[in-house]
């Protein structure tokens, strides 16, 4: 990767950071819809400077630039995103239709994502330049600010009204140790049950850092892999990426949706079991008791997401050709539903009322690891390129195995009122 695109991804995950913490909180404190079109508009005004950053010379480009650099950094794409999980948690109270609303919404995501690379790289060829793909993406933006603002209701209005009272009474120290809460708020707690210290959510977020570091250069490793080694066209690549973004919405559409069919049957062999009127039953529903329902279904299909996707990163530099190559990328579609299940046992290990902040927390922590993952990679990748092209690859799986076993010491009855 070269130093500016570099420069401009450590940026953005720099961003990413500073955005996470603070819209986590504070949408947890004013509501998610207003945070959802003040990023809208971020995202959109950040195309609008770039636009005119190609359009200038001199002087004001280089100022223009500034301006997108910074801006861009802020109405980071990702944070939409974020709100779009933490709508889908409000509107949910157990980890089966948690889980199942926010693999419809990876779905719609990838959906959008699949023809991007190739209808990006048609329009270029079509226009014969690339600012007419930005003025495309700038109306799409500005058409999705313009639904958040006229179409989204508010999914936390509860929370909106109970606690930003509270918090127009603290003064701004407070306020700002506030934005720093979903970080705080992954601390070691006390399980009061079990008479143990409850490393949870510690855990969690170290395996999610490390798995973030591993995972986050495989795109641009395959992209550098096989115009070097195999001597792909760009448009060759774009393709094999949409395919591979088309994969994995076929497989949240249909083959995650029967695995999470097989929860209560899971949840009988491997769940919690109590002791009922002398026979042994698994604690299944647990809404009666008051008690917060099992994890460890979602838990288990988070971990095979993680170490699949690893043996499918191994597995790249054993190709022998481009369709090999291409064939092998496709498998990654099988580990889809990774994100999705992460952030149901995200929710299950804490209060409700914090699982925006819990959930915004892991993103900080897996955007560091976005941020290491990039540096540490890219120079692997760059002095290893001409000798052992495929070494990267073997680092990625090594590291994203580590945190699979990391996310594997996760124990569910650490979870929330469990």
Not at 82 to 97: C, H, K, N, R
Not at 276 to 283: M, R, Y
């Amino acid at each position: 990767m070269d130093p500016g695109t570099t420069t401009g991804y450590v940026g953005g995950s720099i961003g990413g950071v500073l955005v996470y913490t603070v819209v986590g909180h504070f949408s947890a404190v004013h509501g998610r819809r207003p945070w959802l079109i003040i990023m809208g508009a971020l995202t959109t005004l950040a195309l609008t400077t770039f636009i005119a950053f190609m359009r200038s010379d001199g002087l004001l480009s280089v100022f223009m630039l500034g301006i997108w650099l910074v801006i861009d950094s802020l109405g980071h794409p990702q944070s939409m995103l974020l709100l779009g999980s933490m709508f889908a948690m409000d509107v949910t109270d157990t980890p089966a239709s948690r889980t199942e609303h926010l693999a419809r919404l990876s779905t719609v995501i990838l959906m959008a994502k699949a023809p991007s690379y190739f209808v990006g790289g048609l329009i270029s060829k079509w226009a014969q330049n690339v600012e007419t793909v930005w003025y495309i993406a700038w109306i799409i933006c500005a058409s999705s600010l313009l639904y958040a603002v006229y179409s989204v209701p508010e999914s936390l209005p509860q929370r909106h009204e109970g606690i930003s009272h509270l918090d127009q009474s603290r003064g701004r120290f407070q306020l700002l140790m506030g934005a720093l809460r979903p970080l705080l708020i992954l601390k070691p707690t006390w399980n009061h049950k079990y008479r143990t210290r409850n490393m949870r959510l510690p855990i969690l977020a170290c395996g999610v850092f490390v798995a973030a570091l591993g995972s986050t250069y495989i795109i641009t490793a395959y992209m550098v892999y096989s115009t070097s080694v195999y001597h792909l066209r760009p448009d060759e690549t774009g393709a094999t990426l949409s395919f591979l973004m088309a994969g994995r919405s076929l497989y949240l559409v249909t083959i995650f949706p029967a695995i999470l069919k097989l929860r209560s049957r899971f949840n009988a062999r491997f769940g919690d079991h109590t002791r009922l009127g002398g026979i042994e039953e698994a604690n299944i529903n647990t809404e009666n008791s008051g008690k917060s329902q099992s994890s460890k279904f979602d838990l288990a299909i988070m971990v095979l997401s993680i170490t699949l996707d690893a043996f499918v990163v191994m597995s790249l530099p054993l190709t022998q050709n481009k369709y090999q190559l291409g064939a092998v990328m496709m498998l990654f579609s099988f580990g889809a539903g990774y994100q999705a299940t992460l952030t149901t046992v995200s929710a299950a290990s804490c209060d409700p009322t914090l699982t925006g902040e819990v959930v915004a927390g892991l993103h900080v922590i897996a955007y560091l690891g976005d941020i290491i993952g990039v540096l540490v990679l890219g120079s692997v990748l760059a002095s290893t390129i001409d000798v052992s092209p495929g070494s990267v690859f073997i680092l990625c799986s090594v590291v994203m195995l580590s945190g699979s076993i990391m996310l594997s010491q996760v124990k569910d009855r650490d979870r929330w009122n469990a």
